[in-house]
T-cell receptor
């Protein structure tokens, strides 16, 4: 079993839809949870960062962490064609050197 | 004003050749990383250096050798290239290694390696 599981998609939605992206993980020692966005032929860039459990909101983006279920989510409201990208979840332990990435979910938002 | 830069952007070479990829960051960060992203977009850490000291060395063939001449540079040399080495290689940097909010990793644009 991989440490981090993420459905690779692709996920195709119409413009304006609410998008839900998810990851599950197996290691309860993970404390830092991140979402990266990667456009085609570009490097990943950090989108959202959450420590431990709870929600964090930034504009149209909301990150949720449920440590009891080992489940993290990223919600995108009012999705735009410019949101079309691969979204990678990532996590690491406190004091850990390594960031473990999910496989990434490809999202297409149709105009 | 690129924060993390890599050269070359594209690399096409024959099996058995030796090649190098260079990475430079101008963010003043202490930690640098090499990642490999395969065709299925799976991003996997290979190496990490903190203040020029190797701190992560994943299960990578010893044909891959990182070198950090100073904190701002981390190069990757690959000997005897194989077909399975074809991938996109990303360099990244972060301020520290604690994993806290201040340790966001910034990625370079990637080097697309194709081995024929």
């Amino acid at each position: 079993q991989k440490e981090v599981e993420q459905d690779p998609g692709p996920l195709s939605v119409p413009e304006g839809a609410i998008v839900s992206l998810n990851c599950t993980y197996s290691n309860s020692a993970f404390q830092y949870f991140m979402w990266y966005r990667q456009y085609s032929r570009k490097g990943p860039e950090l989108l959202m960062y959450t420590y431990s459990s709870g929600n964090k909101e930034d504009g149209r983006f909301t990150a949720q962490v449920d440590k009891s279920s080992k489940y993290i989510s990223l919600f995108i409201r009012d999705s735009q064609p410019s949101d079309s990208a691969t979204y990678l979840c990532a996590m690491r332990k406190t004091g850990g050197f390594k960031t473990i990435f999910g496989a990434g979910t490809r999202l297409f938002v149709k105009a | 004003d690129t924060a993390v830069s890599q050269t070359p952007k594209y690399l096409v070479t024959q099996m058995g050749n030796d090649k190098s990829i260079k990475c430079e960051q101008n963010l003043g960060h202490d930690t640098m990383y090499w990642y490999k992203q395969d065709s299925k977009k799976f991003l996997k850490i290979m190496f990490s250096y903190n203040n020029k000291e190797l701190i992560i060395n994943e299960t990578v063939p010893n044909r891959f050798s990182p070198k950090s001449p100073d904190k701002a540079h981390l190069n990757l040399h690959i000997n005897s290239l194989e077909l399975g080495d074809s991938a996109v290689y990303f360099c990244a940097s972060s301020q520290g290694t604690s994993g806290g909010p201040g340790d966001t990793q910034y990625f370079g644009p990637g080097t697309r390696l194709t081995v024929l």
